[in-house]
């Protein structure tokens, strides 16, 4: 063994890279003079810059942390929030939750000596129901405000109706050079000097720093033609990449956990079949629907002679950054939110991506070295595509931003200082909803002591009504358990390598005719009666012990929640005893439709769903328990 073998092995590799070397290492002293100088400071700067991980570290050494104030950092993503802040207390050797900390919707991990605290703009909009003004903050930083999340707008309209009445509070926008002038002018108004020296645009309201990014030259490839599946035509150039290229990490952009976990089955089957003395590819899933535990498998350095492939959502595009990425698959699109106002369906959608985007996602292969992007369309495709993506504000459901701002005190939605104004339609179906719910009196406002309480609850507005009547059916304590349920968001089942007839089976063995709602009931009672000290029996019935754990959290938050208003929870079911479900499938259907009413459909003989005024055709989803009878009138045609 060579002297620099022995070396060489007797070091462990750092997962990051000295903060020292970061492209905001030099710009330390300017940051700060304009933090200190000017009430609001744009950074412009590529992700990998370090202004997320930096910024708040150089802050809370110049002193903004003193008098027991705070650092806010707030994220888009709630993997962003968990990982970013699981790396700055590791930079500042800290235990996560004491000066390091995060929020996130049902976790809080933040303790009375934290000082730099990493949160969603949501959980941040949730505290200015408590504190209008956002007092015990001495910095807000809203960060990726350009991905124009709905909570994110808001936020900002929020902030700059507090700066008015609090000219100390600094706040810091993180944001793409595109949109860099837009958030300044926003703040600034009359201010704001558009002839004026790009230097001084936002007059005495604030600046625009721009970091240069250590970015590496990439080399984009684009299809000859356009490809039918991308799902195989990435996996494809996954082992084309790992057997004709250099060193380095993969990451693959996918729109879904379905096409992830799909596609790291294909490259677990295909890696199997390589050469034993091929380096070997580790294929690993990032998605918001992981534990935090296992977001963080992804940023751990592979093993000597080991190729990571990272297969993820538009998570990796922006919010975090993965070291040691050389080369990007790019499938071309990502699932969005869209609401349609006329039907009062909200549909997730894969579409084309924008070219800000496309941008944004090949930049991820030159962050420590030259790097290449193979983007999975041909580049007549590429010159289609929008220029940014539309704000969520004017895709989405506003229901609950209306009862939020309603709940901070500003009644007159329609004035409300937004960066871009939502389409009246989505306002006026809005207010219809909340009114239907009677969330909102005759004149808008909201109504007391209900309106109040559902804006004060960690849920959608739907659910927070079936919360509250609950106890008029007799039936709370399954209530919070089918609401901690359902915020799990579709992770309460395992899949192993893709077995689906076995899953099936398992699932079956909790289903209830009534449906999915009893059907997670059902679950949740096992668990806490069998499964809560034993996580083998979460295997044996392939359900994710982590995922139920967490269910229990936020169903004793919610049920804090409720005690706070003074409503009793009636746990004489209690969590040893299994429900006998069938005395209160009725009331607890009942109390279901009290909430979600707008959604009522009918069951037609072929298995599809008719809306109540039969305008519109539904599919059951193929992981709802309804979906087994859509399938069994189609395999028995004469079933009817």
């Known amino acids: 063994m060579s002297s620099e073998q022995e070396l060489s092995t007797s070091f462990i590799p750092a997962l990051y890279k000295p903060a020292s070397l970061l492209p905001i290492a030099k710009h330390k002293q300017s940051l700060l003079y304009v933090v200190e100088t000017y009430p609001v400071t744009i950074v412009v700067g590529q992700t990998g810059s370090g202004k997320t991980t930096q910024l708040p570290q150089y802050l809370e050494q110049a002193g903004w942390c003193n008098d027991g104030k705070v650092i806010a950092v707030t994220q888009p993503r709630r993997v962003a929030a968990t990982t970013v802040a699981t790396r700055v207390a590791e930079e500042m050797r800290c235990q996560l939750g004491e000066q390091v900390g995060y929020s996130i919707r049902f976790e809080d991990v933040t303790s009375a000596s934290t000082k730099i605290k990493f949160l969603t703009d949501g959980m941040l909009l949730r505290e200015a129901l408590v504190d209008p003004l956002l007092s015990r903050y001495s910095v807000i930083m809203v960060d990726e405000a350009h991905e124009r999340s709905l909570s994110t707008d808001v936020l900002l309209g929020i902030l700059k109706k507090i700066r008015v009445k609090r000219p100390e509070l600094r706040i810091i926008i993180s944001s793409a050079t595109l949109q860099a002038?837009?958030?300044?002018?926003?703040?600034?108004?009359?201010?704001?000097k558009p002839d004026a020296d790009p230097s001084e645009l936002g007059g005495s309201t604030g600046r625009i720093i721009s970091l240069e990014g250590r970015m590496f030259a990439v080399d984009t490839f684009y299809l000859e033609k356009p490809t039918e599946?991308?799902?195989?035509?990435?996996?494809?150039t996954?082992?084309?990449?790992?057997?004709?290229?250099?060193?380095?990490?993969?990451?693959?952009?996918?729109?879904?956990?379905?096409?992830?976990?799909?596609?790291?089955q294909l490259i677990s089957e295909r890696a199997a079949s390589l050469h034993p003395k091929s380096a070997s590819l580790s294929p690993l899933p990032l998605y918001a629907g992981l534990t935090t535990e296992q977001q963080m498998y992804v940023f751990e350095p592979a093993g000597e002679g080991?190729?990571?492939?990272?297969v993820s959502t538009n998570i990796a595009e922006a919010s975090v950054t993965i070291d040691g990425i050389v080369f990007v698959v790019d499938c071309g699109y990502a699932k969005l939110r869209a609401y349609n106002p006329s039907t009062g369906i909200e549909t997730l959608t894969a579409v084309p991506i924008s070219k800000a985007s496309a941008t944004q996602r090949a930049g991820r292969a030159g962050r420590t070295k030259p790097g290449k992007c193979f983007r999975l369309y041909t580049q007549s495709s590429f010159e289609q595509l929008l220029e940014v993506t539309v704000p969520e504000i004017q895709r989405s459901n506003l229901a609950p931003i209306v009862m939020q701002l309603k709940a901070l005190g500003i009644d007159n939605i329609v004035r409300?200082?937004?960066?871009?104004?939502?389409?009246?339609?989505?306002?006026?179906?809005?207010?219809?909803?909340?009114?239907?719910?009677?969330?909102?009196?005759?004149?808008?406002?909201?109504?007391?002591?209900?309106?109040m309480r559902m804006a004060e609850l960690a849920v959608d507005p739907m659910m927070a009504k079936v919360l509250l009547v609950a106890p008029k059916f007799n039936c709370l304590s399954e209530i919070l358990s089918i609401a901690a349920m359902v915020s799990l968001q579709g992770t309460v089942w395992v899949n192993h390598d893709g077995d689906k007839k076995n899953a099936e089976s398992h699932r079956r063995k909790f289903a209830v005719e009534e449906g999915d709602h009893l059907t997670y009931l059902n679950v949740y009672q096992a668990f806490v009666t069998k499964g809560k000290k034993d996580s083998k029996w979460c295997r044996d019935n392939l359900l994710n012990f982590k995922a139920l754990q967490r269910a229990v959290s936020i169903r004793g938050q919610l049920k804090r929640y409720l005690e706070r208003f003074g409503i009793e929870v009636d746990e004489t079911l209690s969590s040893r005893q299994s429900v006998d479900l069938s005395q209160k499938p009725e009331q607890i259907r009942r109390c279901l439709t009290t909430g979600y009413f707008a959604h009522a459909a009918k069951m037609q003989p072929d298995g599809t769903f008719k809306t109540v005024s039969g305008a519109l055709t539904l599919h059951p989803h193929p992981s709802s328990l309804m979906f087994v009878c859509y399938s069994l009138v189609h395999l028995l045609p004469d079933f009817y």
Not at 229 to 236: G, H
Not at 252 to 257: A, N, P
Not at 306 to 310: H, L, P
């Open 181 to 192: 002038e837009e958030f300044l002018r926003f703040f600034a108004g009359e201010d704001y």
């Open 229 to 236: 599946d991308y799902v195989e035509r990435a996996v494809k």
């Open 238 to 264: 996954v082992f084309d990449i790992h057997t004709k290229e250099g060193e380095g990490d993969i990451l693959v952009f996918m729109t879904g956990r379905e096409e992830i976990d799909r596609a790291i």
């Open 306 to 310: 080991v190729r990571k492939v990272i």
């Open 416 to 451: 409300f200082d937004f960066l871009t104004p939502p389409p009246a339609e989505l306002v006026i179906r809005a207010f219809e909803l909340l009114f239907s719910l009677g969330a909102v009196d005759d004149h808008a406002k909201l109504t007391k002591p209900l309106g």
